[in-house]
């Protein structure tokens, strides 16, 4: 099997990072279904006797695996089995590129779902929903609908620092700065492959936004209009060949020069003596909230301390060191057109972001509209009696959202549901009775909490999140009007729900399953 033996600098200079990645690859190289990350990092860092603790190790590597597909000593069938087995996230146009040889299916985060080569080789299929609490929270729809309306009002790039602080000044996000940027950073990468929008559209918010353009998009850009692209793979121009788009323009640098050995010192010592948050652990999310919060909270403390000391005239204690460095700190490199935007961003009028939140809010009703009419429409084509629901497809909807909890409670509700779909003829069942259950059992849910310690615990905001995915496999009016009760549901209660436990859901569910085989 491949081996990295030209690791890429994002990597690292740490060997354990590259051992990793290919402890990874040899781990999944025969996997075709979910493996667990952090049982991946607690085999790995016990094998090769790390001091570093399982917590530290995992929060260090996961950002590493968003990355995997620019491993280039991997061939495509040991990048694909890495990202399928660990649920990875798939850049936009690495899936392209796949698409050319295989059959690629893949769901609204771009995961893969399923993987067949033309050829007759790999085949990959995902017989369960693995969690998407990490990627499908409701500001990432709302950065990309924000991101849409920068584009049409926008002819330069945006930093992701103004674009995330004019974020949550317009919509009052209670997120932090760190929190979005990161979920920015995700978002970004699906933007070209996204449905709900034009491609027009997409353009132009890859080019404002910065997003990092894979070969294979480039290529198929390139074929009607002319594709600039910058050292870090942005769009710094763009013209169609029918004139219809013209965009040009520079982005801000990804890092600054350090202007000095003084200023590598200083930093060295900030991140020696930052003091370290404490950080929650979740399977499978390398995205997890409550850490960025965390991490983002205890950085801003020490920023504002380090500050602070600085302007009082407190001085660093390196005594070996200042005997060293006899000269002074000289200022930071000056980028006039840098610095330019940036005043203009702080000192952005408070008319210019009402303008940009009309803009904004109009956005978002007209396409939450048109999402109503599209699905109305499409659930009326489709089936003629929409009062009227197959019980085999209900009872794999069932199935697929008890195999979304996770449960060990649930396991033998589940065997009865397969047993329930060997025996389903062509039976149907009333949709009005199925909704009214399961709004029965969501009232439930909101007005049941346990403490954290009982075992058959579930996150009712994630056990939310879960039904309202599955439930897009049923697109029925009754339901999709249920699924925008369970949204709002969820947003305006996402702070205050707790753990349910599994007792409190199970009838609900034995009650479709009796609907649907009575």
Known sequence: MSVIKNPPSWLGSD???????????????????LQPMTKLCRDFITKIGSNTSEKRFYARVRKHLLRIHELVDFDNDTKVRMMFSLSVPVDSGYLMQLKKDADVE??????????????????????????VRQYDTGDDNKLLNFLAVKAKMEQMPVSDSDFVTEFKDVTGSEKNILHLKNRYQLVKRQIYLSTEFDKPTCIRMMFISGATIHESVLE????????????????????????SIQLEGEHKRLYRRRSSAVEELKENLITRNRRTPKRLFPNEDFMDEAETDAESESSIKMDKK????????TTLKVPKAEAAIKFKWPPPPRDESIDHQSQLKRT???????????AFNNFTVKKEMSFDRTTTTSSTLQYADAEQISAKKLLEWLRL?????????????????????????????????????????????????????????????????????????LPYPAISDFRHEIKYIRNKMENRFG???????RPSLETVLLLASS
Request: aromatic share 4%; net charge negative.
């Open 15 to 33: 060997k354990e990072n590259v051992d990793f990645m290919n402890y990874v690859a040899e781990q999944t190289k025969n996997a075709t279904s």
């Open 106 to 131: 893949f769901d609204n985060v771009n995961r893969i779902t399923k993987y067949e080569k033309k050829d007759g080789g790999l085949v990959l299929i995902r017989d369960r929903v693995p969690p």
């Open 220 to 243: 198929e850009l390139r074929i009607t209009a002319t594709v600039e692209i910058d050292d870090h793979q942005r769009i710094i121009k763009y013209q169609a060949n029918d004139g």
């Open 306 to 313: 380090y500050k602070r000391n600085s302007i009082e005239g």
């Open 348 to 358: 952005q009028p408070k008319s210019e972001l009402i303008r940009l939140q009309k």
């Open 401 to 473: 959202f008890i195999c979304s909890l996770e449960s060990e409670e649930l396991i033998e509700l589940q065997t009865k549901v397969d047993l329930a779909i060997i025996k389903c003829g062509n039976e149907t069942v009333s949709i009005t009775d199925i909704v009214q259950t399961l709004r029965t059992g969501v009232q439930i849910m909101k007005k049941s909490s346990v403490s954290s310690d009982e075992p058959s615990s579930i996150n009712c905001s994630d056990c939310l999140l879960n039904l309202y995915t599955t439930l897009l496999t």
């Open 499 to 505: 753990l349910v436990s599994t007792g409190s859901i």
